[in-house]
């Protein structure tokens, strides 16, 4: 697998392919304001159900308590909440996500809690595609967000 290109300053990629999809806020950024107020994860996610992060963020806690099964489905949730958003956003399943981009990061911390999950559970080739994803959205993801093997 080949790192992707980088974006330049405007988002396009530099060698022709698509440009990067920067998230808007407008989701995201309430979501993490709560968060870092200190409100419940859980409280979060049931106001702003449509944001990836606080389903990340409960996805990370249940993994870091061993709750593999509760993790997975928080996970999945915001990884699936995410891609709705990515395609709002004119991202057609291939293109730079970039995590340097506050607002893509609960989509890119939920990916990455998925990849960790359905490790735990067993599952090893959807683990390795959501950790490709992760990869092929942006290569410094993988490196702030999973476990080095």
Do not use: I, K
């Amino acid at each position: 697998m080949t790192a992707p290109t980088p974006p330049s300053r405007d988002g396009r990629d530099l060698l022709g392919g698509p440009p990067a999809t920067l998230l808007p806020g407008d989701l995201e950024e309430p979501a993490a304001r709560a968060l870092d107020q200190g409100q419940d994860a859980s409280e979060v996610a049931a106001r702003t159900p449509a944001a990836s992060l606080p389903w990340a963020v409960l996805a990370e806690d249940a993994l870091a308590d061993g709750q593999v099964v509760q993790a997975y489905a928080y996970a999945r949730t915001g990884y699936h909440r995410g891609l709705d958003a990515l395609r709002r956003a004119g991202w057609r399943g291939a293109g730079p996500v970039p995590y340097a981009h506050v607002p893509n990061r609960g989509f890119l911390r939920a990916l990455a809690a998925l990849a960790r999950a359905t490790a735990a559970v067993g599952e090893v080739e959807e683990a390795d595609r959501c950790a490709g994803l992760l990869a092929d959205c942006d290569a410094q993801a993988p490196v702030e967000l999973l476990p080095q093997r």
